[in-house]
């Protein structure tokens, strides 16, 4: 293959360079994410999923990704991640800093990984080598495997795939090839939620949010009286989750201890931590009738806020209409 075609092919910029032959052996294949499939706003959107997962997950250990393609390699968050879901301690050293040490302690994660998805090496889409080497494809492939398997209620986006392009080292030369690559699965309509009250609520009849909003306001206020709070604006308010955790608790009897969680957070990873705390209470009261992202309330998504605030009215509004209590905390 021509050096200028090989160029147009893989789209690379001036100054990188394409693969050399002998990097490859003979009968070597080599992947490649072009810009174009970097750029898929599915593509895109996959990536913040999982990486909002792993920073949710891994939040009381202090741990952050910024970047899926540079922070998985060493093995380091994949066995703090897999130790979490799988609940469950590896023999593997925590600090790996030589490059052989973090190899060998990326194997050890993997081989946990695939005997827990039930998997044989030949079977699975990624590998030491290719995690190690930074290859994205195949980060994605085992982050999508771990979620599916730990967290099957995380709302992956649908039919995901992107175009890649193989290179083949043949004994003519460099060989290649353009392929599509699956990530998600493709949805069916009976994999799809249905559309709550307030998708059409906002879609059609958006006049009368504001009235919907004014009497969830009330609603709150009236129970958070007694604590000497008050709400003026439903989204920025609710946002830290500080709020949210103590009308809860109003609600359903529970008693937080100030240890759980922050009452004067003071970035978004200690809003993160309040909100994801408030869903998975409400959750396990069975008061979230559609999935919510606690990272939609931190940003201040009124749709997600209404929604989460709306399982509480109508079960609290029933119950005063039937002169009934509020539940107990779960065990």
């Not at 092919?9 to 070597?28: F, S």
């Not at 705390?277 to 209404?306: Q, R």
Request: glycine fraction near 4%; aromatic fraction near 6%.
């Amino acid at each position: 293959m021509e050096l200028e075609s090989l160029y147009d092919l893989l789209q690379l910029p001036k100054g990188v360079e394409p693969p050399a032959e002998e990097e490859l052996p003979q009968g070597g294949k080599k992947k490649y994410l072009p810009p174009t499939s970097r750029k898929d706003p599915r593509f895109e959107a996959l990536q913040k999923v999982l990486m909002e997962w792993i920073n949710a997950t891994l939040l009381p250990e202090h741990i952050v990704v910024r970047s899926l393609e540079e922070d998985m390699f060493d093995g380091l968050i994949l066995h703090h991640l897999f130790q979490k879901l799988a609940a469950l301690k590896l023999e593997a050293e925590d600090i790996a800093l030589t490059a052989a040490s973090q190899r060998h302690k990326l194997t050890v994660v993997l081989e946990a990984v695939n005997q827990s998805l039930q998997l044989e090496e030949r079977q699975a889409k990624w590998s030491v080598e290719t995690i190690f080497n930074k290859d994205l494809l195949s980060t994605l492939h085992l982050l999508v495997a771990l979620a599916k398997r730990f967290q099957p209620d995380l709302s992956l986006p649908t039919n995901v795939q992107v175009e890649v392009i193989t290179i083949e080292s043949t004994k003519s030369g460099l060989k290649s090839e353009k392929l599509m690559e699956q990530l998600t699965e493709c949805s069916t309509d009976q994999d799809q939620p249905p559309n709550d009250v307030f998708d059409e609520l906002f879609k059609l009849a958006p006049e009368k949010v504001n009235a919907v909003k004014e009497a969830i306001v009330n609603f709150v206020n009236q129970k958070l009286d007694c604590l000497g709070l008050s709400v003026q604006n439903l989204e920025t308010q609710f946002a830290d989750g500080v709020i949210l955790l103590l009308l809860i608790g109003q609600l359903e009897g529970f008693f937080l201890h100030l240890k759980e969680f922050y009452l004067t957070p003071n970035s978004p990873a200690e809003m993160l931590h309040n909100v994801t705390l408030a869903l998975e209470l409400l959750k396990e009261e069975g008061l979230l009738s559609c999935p919510v992202s606690p990272e939609d309330i931190v940003n201040k998504d009124a749709k997600s806020t209404l929604r989460v605030l709306y399982g509480l009215f109508c079960k609290h509004r029933q119950n005063a209409h039937r002169g009934a209590t509020p539940q107990g905390a779960p065990n």
